[in-house]
């Protein structure tokens, strides 16, 4: 969708100052072809190195010199620790220990990803469904597979709902696996929407200021202020979900209900 | 009908889908709020599930609008 070949003028927006869906556009930095697969360097691998790189420098460089009364960057990294291993803890349990690792590189990641598309002239890599799919996609699988290593093919029990009247079970069975399968599809979704559509809505109020002037373009600047405020918010609250769905989903595989 | 016309009428029909999350996100927080006024000691401790609730119900807006997006730039 966000490779916005054909976004430009034929759908209506006309005179339109800025074109809402320019910004999600990959561009190529460094043209690779390797075997007739294109791993191009785009911009979209370049935010997230970038994201990684900062991720592991604050934290390498923060830790290095430990305290007992922590410097400022050591407590950030020590707040957003104890932040991850809170939610672990209430959502999978002592188990959960584990996977401590894995939900926290996961919500660091998609938590940088986000922000840094919130910086102007940034590139959100979030805002790409192939993106935020085969993040999904991998956890899906890999809690999966954690099912079925723990539980063996009683895994399936987990399909089966408790207490249920027994012609019931068809039915249910069948609503359960739909359910199942559909966990990447809304996790990935609800990812990507939240952050193209408020990209979105701030290029198209930008563009408000634009068209209305010098006397009438401070209200929707005023209203785009409020907007950004909110969409760090939802930058931060989505990566908090994404994490959170990747705690209950394991939770499921650990413990079946 | 022009298929150009039934596009963009079918993409603003999509965005419907909104008013759904709107409702919901609005049941959320009133009733947060509301169990929050009666038993403020455990509100905080309610706060990450209002958060989680709230992302949840916005997501089955957000659905819809990429229907409609879909329908805009894909088809």
Redesign the interface.
Same mark, same amino acid.
Request: glycine share 10%.
């Given at each position: @969708?966000a490779s916005?070949d /054909?976004?430009g003028d034929h /759908?209506?927006s006309g005179s339109f100052p800025a074109d809402p @869906?320019h910004q999600f556009e990959i561009k190529r930095l460094l043209d690779i072809n390797i075997a007739g697969f294109d791993i191009s360097f785009t911009n979209s691998a370049l935010f997230m190195l970038i994201a990684v790189f900062i991720i592991s420098f604050t934290t390498i460089i923060s830790v290095r010199k430990n305290s007992i009364i922590p410097s400022r960057m050591q407590s950030i990294v020590e707040l957003s620790y104890e932040f991850v291993a809170d @939610?672990v803890r &209430?959502n999978v349990g002592s188990q959960g220990k584990n996977y401590f690792p894995f939900i926290f590189t996961l919500f660091m990641f998609v938590l940088f990803l986000n922000m840094l598309g919130m910086i102007p002239y940034g590139f959100t890599v979030t805002s790409h469904i192939a993106v935020t799919f085969a993040l999904a996609m991998l956890i899906f699988i890999g809690v999966t597979i954690i099912g079925f290593i723990k539980h063996g093919l009683g895994f399936f029990g987990f399909f089966v709902p408790k207490g249920v009247p027994i012609f019931m079970l068809p039915l249910l069975v069948v609503i359960e696996v739909i359910s199942y399968f559909t966990r990447p599809i809304?996790l990935s979704?609800?990812l990507? *929407?939240?952050m @193209? *559509?408020g990209h979105t809505m701030l290029k198209v109020f930008s563009g408000f200021v634009i068209l209305m002037g010098f006397l009438g373009g401070w209200l929707p600047l005023a209203v785009m202020v409020a907007f950004t405020g909110l969409e760090i918010l939802i930058a931060f609250? &989505?990566a908090?979900?994404f994490a959170?769905l990747t705690c209950i989903y394991l939770n499921d595989a650990l413990h079946m209900h | 009908m022009e298929p150009e016309a039934a596009k963009l009428i079918g993409a603003g029909i999509a965005c419907i889908a909104l008013a759904g999350a709107g409702i919901g996100i609005g049941t959320i927080f009133g009733n947060y709020l509301a169990g929050a006024l009666r038993n403020p000691s455990a509100a905080q401790s309610q706060f990450p599930n209002l958060l989680l609730g709230f992302a949840l119900a916005e997501a089955t807006g957000l659905f819809g609008l990429v229907v409609a997006l879909i329908l805009l730039f894909v088809l």
């Amino acid at each position: @969708m966000a490779s916005s070949d /054909h976004t430009g003028d034929h /759908h209506g927006s006309g005179s339109f100052p800025a074109d809402p @869906m320019h910004q999600f556009e990959i561009k190529r930095l460094l043209d690779i072809n390797i075997a007739g697969f294109d791993i191009s360097f785009t911009n979209s691998a370049l935010f997230m190195l970038i994201a990684v790189f900062i991720i592991s420098f604050t934290t390498i460089i923060s830790v290095r010199k430990n305290s007992i009364i922590p410097s400022r960057m050591q407590s950030i990294v020590e707040l957003s620790y104890e932040f991850v291993a809170d @939610m672990v803890r &209430q959502n999978v349990g002592s188990q959960g220990k584990n996977y401590f690792p894995f939900i926290f590189t996961l919500f660091m990641f998609v938590l940088f990803l986000n922000m840094l598309g919130m910086i102007p002239y940034g590139f959100t890599v979030t805002s790409h469904i192939a993106v935020t799919f085969a993040l999904a996609m991998l956890i899906f699988i890999g809690v999966t597979i954690i099912g079925f290593i723990k539980h063996g093919l009683g895994f399936f029990g987990f399909f089966v709902p408790k207490g249920v009247p027994i012609f019931m079970l068809p039915l249910l069975v069948v609503i359960e696996v739909i359910s199942y399968f559909t966990r990447p599809i809304s996790l990935s979704v609800r990812l990507f *929407a939240n952050m @193209m *559509a408020g990209h979105t809505m701030l290029k198209v109020f930008s563009g408000f200021v634009i068209l209305m002037g010098f006397l009438g373009g401070w209200l929707p600047l005023a209203v785009m202020v409020a907007f950004t405020g909110l969409e760090i918010l939802i930058a931060f609250l &989505q990566a908090y979900v994404f994490a959170i769905l990747t705690c209950i989903y394991l939770n499921d595989a650990l413990h079946m209900h | 009908m022009e298929p150009e016309a039934a596009k963009l009428i079918g993409a603003g029909i999509a965005c419907i889908a909104l008013a759904g999350a709107g409702i919901g996100i609005g049941t959320i927080f009133g009733n947060y709020l509301a169990g929050a006024l009666r038993n403020p000691s455990a509100a905080q401790s309610q706060f990450p599930n209002l958060l989680l609730g709230f992302a949840l119900a916005e997501a089955t807006g957000l659905f819809g609008l990429v229907v409609a997006l879909i329908l805009l730039f894909v088809l």
